[in-house]
């Protein structure tokens, strides 16, 4: 991922996928956004002979780009029902777009709840930026 053109009007994010969960973009508007990429895995050697696609967006000032692990989605509560995507989405919906701590601190949060006292099975990383 690479955002180039942050001190211009129109910021683009450039996305390659390598088997990983796509970012998802909270729009200023409050719209969220996931765009749809695939990839390889890395590690396959698929990617090396074919290739990897590569998308730009158009990004907006305030808007946001979330990151995560597949950990996230795959966290499971005490009745081993898993976090997943629908529910992430709407969590980053639901989200403030002030600053990438509350962001951060909101899906934090909002993950915590869900898994409870569960035991953690995988890395659940995000990162947040803003532009």
């Known amino acids: 991922m690479e955002i180039t053109g942050a001190n211009t009007v129109r910021p683009v994010l450039k996305i390659a996928n390598a088997g990983c969960i796509p970012p998802y973009i909270k729009r200023i508007n409050g719209a969220v956004e996931w765009p749809e990429i695939g990839g390889f895995a890395l590690g396959q050697g698929l990617g090396a002979k074919f290739g990897y696609q590569q998308i730009n967006l158009n990004?907006?000032?305030g808007d946001m780009v979330i990151l995560t692990s597949d950990g996230i989605?795959?966290?499971?509560?005490?009745a081993k029902?898993?976090?997943?995507f629908e529910q992430l989405e709407q969590v980053i919906s639901n989200g403030p777009t002030t600053h990438v701590?509350?962001?951060?601190?909101?899906?934090?949060?909002?993950?915590?709840?869900?898994?409870?006292?569960?035991?953690?099975?995988?890395?659940?990383?995000i990162v947040v930026v803003k532009v």
């Open 81 to 84: 029902k898993f976090f997943g």
């Open 59 to 61: 990004l907006s000032k």
């Open 73 to 78: 989605v795959e966290a499971m509560n005490e």
């Open 101 to 125: 701590k509350a962001m951060l601190d909101h899906l934090q949060n909002e993950v915590s709840a869900f898994t409870g006292q569960a035991e953690q099975h995988d890395d659940m990383t």
